[in-house]
Each structure stands twice: as C-alpha cells, then as structure tokens.
C-alpha cells in the first residue's frame, strides 16, 4: 500500500504474555519511528531506525521492550511479560532520511490492551 | 523541559467560522521543522502542514495556515471555515537535530470542538 502498514490493528492480551507489533514502512522511506500514546496523552518517543543501521533506543522505557528492523524494511516491536501499563496505541512512522524538512508519516496504530 | 507548548486543552467553534490553536516551542537549533497532525477518533495521525525554520511565508494548505513567529517562537494552526469534520484532537510537533533521527517531539495537543 501507499502509506505505513502496522498489524495487528487491535489486541487484548494477558498480563504476563509477550506481544509483537509490526510496521511496514513507506516504501523507500529509510528512517522508522516507534511512538507510544497512552490513554488522552501526546507521542511518546520510543526507537528510531536508519537503514540497517542500529537503532537508537534512549526512548525504549524498560528492557522488556525490543524493536528489530529485517532489511532496513519491515521493523517488529516486541513487548515481553506485558504489564497493564503497557496499554496504549502503538505507532510507527516513516520518513525519508532523518532531517528537519521530511515528513514523518504515521500508520494507523495498534490498539494494545493488557487484561 | 516541555519543547513543545500548547495551551489550549480544549476549543470550541462554530462551524464555518475560523479558528486559530496555538503552539510554541523552544530550540536552539537553527534549522527545525514545525508540524501540525489532526487526530480524528479514529488514531490515526493525519500531517496536515509544515513550516521550515528558514521559510519567510507563512505555510498553507488549502483550509490550514500556520503563522509562523519566529523570534517570539510561535507557530499557531489557523484553521479557516470550520467543518464538523474537522472536530478531532490536533498535536503541534518539532524536529530538530537534537532529537534522535530528527525524531518528533510533540505537544500534549488540543482537543478541537466543532459545533453546527
């Protein structure tokens, strides 16, 4: 498709259970943000991705959450032992090379919730 | 410190008229991006308009305008003839070289009423 791809678009899972998230970027966009948005807040910065280069992950919030990037394309966010503060909506965004003047445009979300 | 400020929780305005959401930001960068996104119920992030740290004109984008203040660091949405569409949360957003990947920082954003 023409824009950011993420799936699932919802899920409930368990507490303690581990979810994974993708996002299919824009195709030929080379930089990936993950933003978390807790429940009537603003984004929250979690990863971002260059290319196949390694990530910056000063946003992550503890260690039980981990992102990879396969092919500087397609990237997965992990959240292992979930815990009910990890509800939130997930995004992904994509831009062309990381500067002041690109776009970043976001998928639609996923919904998280921890039961 | 909040890089990005908006101070208006929540706005109401009647349909077709104009409405202007404020924003202001702090950098010591000199070359930044200023961006505006419409949330609808919905989540997704909708980009509405840009501005660059080096532009003279105020950007625009059809019903969007963003009046850009540099020295007092203001970039405040204008949104003219309101639709009931146009109800949704609205986030005033920065990149800047500080940030990782230029990654966006964003205000806690406002919550746009539009009423018949």
């Known amino acids: 498709g023409a824009g950011v791809s993420q799936s699932p678009s919802n899920k409930v899972t368990e507490k303690g259970k581990d979810v994974e998230l993708r996002c299919d970027p824009i195709s030929g966009h080379t930089a990936l943000y993950w933003y978390r948005q807790s429940l009537g807040q603003g984004l929250e910065f979690l990863i971002y991705?260059?290319?196949?280069?390694?990530?910056?992950k000063s946003g992550l919030p503890s260690d039980r959450f981990s992102a990879e990037r396969t092919g500087g394309s397609v990237s997965t966010l992990t959240i292992q032992r979930t815990q009910q503060e990890d509800s939130a909506v997930y995004l992904c965004?994509?831009?062309?090379?990381?500067?002041?003047?690109?776009?970043?445009?976001f998928g639609e979300g996923s919904w998280l919730t921890v039961v | 410190a909040q890089k990005i400020t908006q101070t208006q929780p929540g706005m109401f305005v009647q349909e077709k008229e104009a409405v202007t959401l404020d924003c202001t930001y702090d950098t010591s960068d000199q070359s930044y991006g200023l961006f505006w996104y419409k949330q609808p119920s919905s989540g997704e992030m909708i980009f509405l308009i840009y501005?660059?740290?080096?532009?003279?004109q105020n950007a625009t984008e059809g019903r969007y305008s963003l009046n850009f203040q540099k020295a007092r660091k203001s970039a405040n949405l204008v949104i003219s003839a309101s639709q009931l569409g146009d109800s949704a949360m609205y986030f005033c957003?920065?990149?800047?070289?500080?940030?990782?990947?230029?990654?966006?920082?964003f205000g806690k954003g406002t919550s746009l009423l539009v009423t018949p």
């Open positions: 957003a920065m990149r800047e070289n500080q940030n990782s990947g230029y990654a966006l920082n």
């Open positions: 965004a994509s831009s062309f090379a990381g500067s002041s003047g690109n776009t970043i445009y």
């Open positions: 501005q660059g740290s080096y532009d003279e």
């Open positions: 991705f260059q290319g196949n280069s390694a990530p910056d």
